[in-house]
């Protein structure tokens, strides 16, 4: 007597169907794992990461403070906003070994030196082509930094296109760079997006993950980070309350660097929303974004949204750049990135009373 034998054919169907399936459930976790790489939050905790290569610390990484920034800008008689780009012929010098006024006292724009070797990233220059106070990005440098460089004094031979680079590692190192052509310019280095940053775009496209920001009710919370407010001078509510629907709107909770603990005057010599208690910048490092790009533009773009800005308009003037004022509720809302030495932060303030209407646009 023959076995029955059961049919292959159901097999022959269901083996294809398996084999698509498990391939289908492989392209959606591998699609879920890349957006949550994409998208991780960084850390709020009191711990903030400072480990970007090259960084000093102080304003946009140069190892200087606010307030003595703003001293250049303000008391220096070749402060302005001059930058002419191209190439320059590069040397580099350093206290106590002559220039910065032979024993290394002060540079001509007024940083103070006393004949130490401080480490910040400035540079000499001629201020008929680069004024004082201004955040230059060179490169190639001496360090390797890909960071701006504060013009911030002057010297007998650098005239034209010359430029010399502070360096306080000593002698063999300024020696090691010699005379080397360097590129001036107003705007960071264009690095090449590295694989991981293409492989999360290609994820996000595939995912139809699209740039949408919260609605304008959402609410997020801001860490502030040690020594962002100068003693005794706290955030005001107003300004805190208005954050909060920022972090809501960018989808990310977001770590305030700079409060109350800023120079008096901005760089146009008016006072500053800092000193009030009222405006706030976000660092690249601390909220982990590159230079002039990245969550940095969304979260300029939720500023701006916060402000009642269409969420299109939004992040068309996030990702164009500048300083722009809005009106809203009585209040005007500033938000500035992507200009000036605005590539490393965006700054969001507030000032009470104002009376226009639309998006007044900057640049510093």
């Not at 008391?75 to 206290?95: C, F, H, I, M, N």
């Not at 722009?324 to 303030?349: A, E, L, N, P, Y």
């Amino acid at each position: 007597m023959t076995p029955h034998r059961r049919p292959v054919w159901p097999w022959l169907i269901a083996a294809p169907a398996l084999g698509l399936l498990v391939v289908v459930l492989g392209i959606v976790l591998l699609l879920a794992g890349a957006a949550q790489q994409c998208d991780s939050p960084p850390t709020t905790n009191s711990t903030i990461d400072l480990a970007v290569p090259g960084t000093l610390g102080g304003v946009a990484g140069t190892g200087l403070t606010r307030a003595q920034v703003d001293g250049v800008r303000n008391d220096s008689p070749y402060a302005g906003r001059r930058v002419t780009p191209g190439e320059y012929l590069a040397t580099s010098y350093g206290p106590p070994w002559g220039g910065i006024q032979g024993a290394g006292l002060a540079t001509s724009g007024g940083l103070r030196i006393g004949g130490g070797a401080p480490r910040w990233y400035q540079v000499a220059v001629d201020p008929q082509l680069i004024s004082h106070g201004t955040l230059v990005y060179l490169w190639p440098n001496p360090f390797s930094w890909t960071g701006p460089f504060l013009a911030a004094d002057t010297g007998g031979a650098i005239r034209g296109r010359r430029i010399d680079f502070y360096d306080w590692r000593g002698r063999l190192a300024q020696y090691a760079w010699g005379h080397r052509h360097t590129a001036v310019s107003e705007w960071p280095r264009a690095d090449e997006p590295d694989e991981a940053g293409l492989a999360c775009e290609r994820a996000n496209a595939a995912a139809g993950d699209k740039p949408a920001l919260a609605l304008p009710g959402a609410r997020g919370r801001v860490t502030v980070a040690p020594l962002a407010n100068a003693p005794g001078r706290p955030l005001l509510p107003e300004l805190l309350e208005l954050l909060e629907r920022v972090a809501g709107i960018a989808g990310r909770d977001i770590v305030l660097t700079t409060g109350t603990n800023h120079g008096e005057r901005t760089s146009s010599g008016r006072i500053s929303d800092h000193v009030l208690g009222l405006a706030g910048d976000f660092g690249s490092v601390a909220n982990q974004f590159p230079l002039g790009g990245g969550f940095g533009t969304r979260l300029a773009a939720a500023g701006l949204r916060a402000a009642g800005v269409s969420e299109s308009e939004a992040w068309r003037l996030a990702q164009a750049g500048g300083g722009h004022d809005v009106c809203f509720d009585g209040w005007r809302v500033q938000v500035i990135w992507r200009t000036g030495d605005h590539f490393d932060h965006v700054h969001i303030g507030l000032r009470r009373g104002c009376g226009f209407g639309g998006v007044r646009t900057f640049q510093i």
